[in-house]
């Protein structure tokens, strides 16, 4: 059986792996640990807020080692470092995001409806939800905002309703890719350092596990370490990626409002679609631990999420972040502010009791764009023939949306095109 090496186990890789397993001897290399979510209880680590403890979010990692956080002047980078990748710290949301990859002429119909009928996506939560997420609702259908219940990877019967899910399902309620390398050989905490390539050829993935370095011979390579991980491997191998960087900002609006209990809820659990953002119910757990407009009671915050389709400009260098918002995104993220506020004071908040959380982001991507000409490939020519780069690196534009169905559409695809062109 010819060999496949799969570079990260996140929604690209994880996918790619399940796929190609039928017909490859695959192995998955992850950087990280296996994924363990937050272990003690979130009202215990409340206590400690005052005392000044939480004073850089990068402690997170020391609780929730899975958890990575890049801290840049303007903004917060938020990603996965472990088994399952960032799908494990996401909220579950299982959203169609293509509008970019159709205009360049990528039709994904058949792999999106495979993946309704492989995994467990579901709208039926509603009956979940609490009174401050039904008056949410209603206050924006009363703003023609045109509210729709959220699709989401996840097991309506088993969720807790704790409003963990992005610091780890403690039930499985919720899906991520970890279910899909059942039975897939994973080395975890291997870490690629680059790629050997020798006439137009991978033939070799070099990588460090603890001290040792390993090598790894492949037949065929796929990339997808993620938007933050691929660029950093493809340059160590000599292919250069473009400052194309995106990362759909994420900034909360929030008020007081006693006792409503937003943090027992699942977290997103509708949606409002604007052209440039989103704007969604959401406890935003990052702000109430490090920002200190957020020392109020957990259960005493009502929290909006505006997410961003930002403008594709900035770069990844050693797992080190640089993008900074443009005029445009500035102007975006302002009018969707205000949108949010107005939603807040129908609801019954004070406008002087109005705060902001920590601007961050969580789908790094774009560095690798393709293109029309890689329409029917999904493959680009800066890569030797046998390499694939299969995850958000590849997205041609920004999406203000959530990207892992997408992704896995897309690694769906591109394995389909491996089995036929290497098996
Ligand atoms: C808090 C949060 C909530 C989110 N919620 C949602 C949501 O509800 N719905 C949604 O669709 N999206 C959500 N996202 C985004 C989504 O999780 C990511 O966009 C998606 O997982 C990206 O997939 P990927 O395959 O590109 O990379 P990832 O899933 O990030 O996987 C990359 C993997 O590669 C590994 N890796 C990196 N470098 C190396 C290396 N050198 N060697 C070996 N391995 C390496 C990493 O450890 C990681 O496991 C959320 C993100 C965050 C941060
Ligand atoms: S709210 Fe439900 S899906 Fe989210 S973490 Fe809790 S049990 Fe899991």
Redesign the pocket.
């Known amino acids: 059986m010819k060999k496949v090496i799969v ?8 996918m790619a792996a399940r796929m190609l397993a039928r017909d490859f001897d695959v192995t998955v ?4 640990g296996e994924f363990k979510p937050l272990a003690l209880p979130l009202d215990k680590l409340a206590m400690f807020r005052k005392t000044g403890l939480y004073f850089d979010e990068r402690l997170i990692q020391l609780l929730l080692p899975s ?1 990575r956080i890049d801290k840049q002047k303007e903004m917060i980078m ?10 494990t ?7 169609r ?1 293509d509008e970019g990859l159709k205009r360049i002429g990528i039709c994904l119909d058949d792999e999106f409806d495979e993946l309704s009928h492989e995994l467990p996506v579901t709208t039926a939560h509603q009956r979940f939800w609490s009174q401050v997420t039904k008056k949410t609702f209603q206050v924006m259908q009363q703003m023609d905002l045109d509210p729709q219940p959220m699709p989401k ?1 996840l097991r309506p019967g088993s969720c807790r309703l704790c409003g963990h ?2 610091i780890g399902c403690p039930s499985r309620a919720k899906w991520d ?1 970890r279910e899909l390398l059942d039975g897939i050989r994973v080395e975890k905490d ?4 680059r790629i050997e390539i020798s006439d137009n050829k991978a033939k070799k993935v070099h ?1 460090v596990k603890g001290l040792k370095h390993l090598f790894f011979d492949a037949d065929v390579v796929i990339v ?7 660029p ?2 493809l340059r160590a191998s000599g292919i250069d990626c473009q400052p194309t960087l995106f990362v759909d900002p994420v900034l909360c609006v929030a008020a007081t409002m006693q006792g409503v209990k937003q943090n027992r809820q699942l ?2 659990p509708f949606v409002s679609r604007r052209e440039k953002y989103i704007i969604s119910p959401y406890m935003d757990w990052l702000s109430f631990f490090f920002n200190r407009s957020w020392r109020k009671p957990m259960d005493g915050i009502v929290s909006l999420m505006i997410k961003l389709a930002d403008v594709e400009q900035g770069d990844v260098h050693k797992g080190k972040m640089e993008k900074l918002l443009t005029p445009l995104d500035h102007q975006r993220l302002a009018e969707a502010a205000d949108i949010c506020r107005e939603i807040l004071m129908r609801m019954g908040a004070d406008k002087n009791d109005i705060f902001l959380g920590t601007l961050n ?5 774009g560095m690798l764009p393709l293109t029309e000409a890689e329409a029917s490939t999904l493959h680009s020519p800066l890569l030797p023939h046998n390499l694939y780069v ?4 590849i997205l041609p534009q920004s999406l203000g ?7 896995m559409a897309l ?1 769906k695809r591109i394995s389909k095109i491996i089995a036929a062109n290497w098996k």
Request: charged letters at 5%; one cysteine or more.
């Open positions: 570079i990260g186990s996140g929604a690209g890789g994880a290399l992850e950087a990280g958890m938020v990603y996965g470092r472990g088994v399952g990748g960032t799908t710290l996401a909220t579950g949301n299982a959203v995001a990877f899910c992005s890719a291997c870490r690629v350092t990588a997808a370490a993620g938007g933050y991980g691929t950093d491997v977290l997103m982001a969580g789908h790094p991507g299969c995850d958000a690196s949306l959530p990207p892992m169905l997408t992704i690694a």
